[in-house]
């Protein structure tokens, strides 16, 4: 499904005053990125926010789910969850989930990662 320019405009719309908004495909969708830092996605007309173990409970409170694609051997659910609607009319609301998925996004990429030991042999 290619991307929706009116989701593009909407997202500028919704999350412009916490910084540069650019919205770039990929995948079929879409990732929006503050600042050069991507903190949700558009897949499916649906925007997804990104969410940490804080912030992720706010999205279960109102019965959203994360993003899930098929992988190659089952589901896999990312970090992003579904945007509730009721935000798209309320800018204000919108906006301070907006700051919350940016602060998400960039204590994601500041964590450290996670790696496998090393076997020695």
């Known amino acids: 499904m290619p991307l929706d320019p009116r989701l593009n405009e909407l997202a500028e719309e919704l999350f412009g005053p916490l910084g540069t908004i650019d919205v770039r495909k990929m995948f079929g969708g879409g990732g929006i990125y503050c600042d050069g830092v991507m903190f949700a996605l558009i897949a499916d007309g649906v925007i997804y926010l990104k969410a940490d173990v804080r912030s992720q409970a706010n999205f279960e409170a109102e019965g959203l789910g994360p ?4 992988g190659k051997a089952k589901p896999v659910a990312m970090s992003y969850w579904r945007m ?5 009319d309320d800018p204000d609301e919108a906006l301070a989930w907006g700051r919350d998925a940016v ?10 990662r996670k790696t496998k030991p090393r076997v020695k042999g």
């Open 67 to 70: 993003f899930v694609y098929q």
């Open 84 to 88: 509730p609607e009721r935000l798209l």
């Open 103 to 112: 602060c998400a996004a960039r204590s994601a990429r500041t964590a450290p």
